[in-house]
């Protein structure tokens, strides 16, 4: 039972909202154009997609440790410096890079499925690109995490945004269209949102090892503001997408999330200085991921039933 807790901190469970509401979306998507629904591909989809999700949570930890980045974290949170398990002693570095192998193995096997019993190749590219973002996200000798120019978040938007949607669209469809890729915009700035946020209590470590992440190269003040103008973006982009009738109206329920972004906003132009008091604003951006997709997920539901 020890082992398995273990496992389960080193794999950061709880973050893997960022995969399934993705997936569901693709596949929300393609059920309501299509009324079909392949019940086994969206369950082989969503594995693939969390084992994918575990690879690069295990890998990045682990070349984290090798840049002594985490080590470098004296004031570690639930949301920032890495799930610890290294540091703590609970797991050696090579279990944790043998995860990180397994995790992204076994979901690219998973892919290469797809890509036979499937038409076309859609599905081999769009996993290769999963897995190169998330892999050289920390990984020698690329570390696009650590190069700058917003690259690290916007391979964490792109991974868990567009090519989740695409991937469980297609898998469901076996075409694509700009549709899911238009609604996944919104879901990937959210999720590089969570990523950003975090990066603010790991300001200094990062600094530490030259990880220039936004906040990094920008300095907290200027990075909260960018901060600000995507979340709030996010809600101005979708009301502009149900004007121009690209996704139903009832998605405009995702509208019942903006007091919690706000909230958000107002802890860290209060706490950007600080690490544990800007908790409740990584917490709230966690949740606004996850309540902002449940709703847009919701409201084709609803727009397909009525």
């Not at 002594?68 to 890495?82: C, E, I, L, M, V």
């Not at 398990?85 to 992204?104: C, D, H, R, S, T």
């Not at 009738?245 to 209060?270: D, E, G, M, N, Y």
Request: with cysteine.
């Amino acid at each position: 039972m020890r082992e398995i807790i273990i496992w389960l901190k080193a794999i950061r469970a709880p973050f893997f909202t960022a995969t399934i509401i993705p997936i569901v979306l693709g596949s929300v998507i393609a059920w309501s154009e299509s009324g079909g629904f392949h019940w086994l591909y969206f369950a082989l989809a969503l594995i693939g997609g969390l084992l994918i999700h575990i690879g690069v949570n295990l890998s990045n930890d682990y070349y984290d440790h090798i840049t002594r980045n985490d080590w470098n974290n004296k004031t570690p949170t639930p949301f920032s410096g890495g799930s610890r398990v290294i540091q703590e002693g609970l797991l050696k570095p090579y279990q944790v890079l043998i995860g990180a192998m397994l995790g992204f193995a076994s979901g690219s096997a998973i892919g290469l499925y797809f890509n036979y019993v499937l038409a076309g190749n859609v599905i081999f590219y769009l996993g290769i690109a999963g897995v190169f973002l998330g892999f050289f996200y920390t990984a020698l000798p690329i570390k696009i995490g650590y190069r700058g120019y917003g690259l690290g978040e916007l391979a964490t938007g792109l991974g868990f945004g567009p090519i989740m949607v695409l991937g469980a669209y297609y898998v469901q469809t076996q075409h694509l269209t700009t549709i899911p890729f238009l609604v996944s915009v919104p879901v990937g700035i959210l999720i590089a949102l969570v990523l950003y946020i975090n990066e603010f209590p790991d300001y200094e470590p990062d600094k530490s090892v030259n990880k220039r992440t936004l906040p990094v190269v920008l300095g907290k003040e200027s990075a909260s503001y960018l901060y600000y103008i995507l979340l709030i973006g996010v809600y101005i982009y979708t009301i502009v997408l149900v004007v121009l009738q690209v996704i139903p109206v009832f998605t405009l329920i995702t509208l019942f999330t903006l007091p919690l972004a706000i909230k958000a906003i107002r802890v860290i132009s209060v706490h950007k200085d600080k690490v544990y008091e800007l908790i409740p604003a990584n917490a709230m951006t966690i949740m606004t991921h996850l309540t902002f997709g449940i709703c847009l997920i919701s409201g084709y539901i609803i727009n397909k039933l009525v």
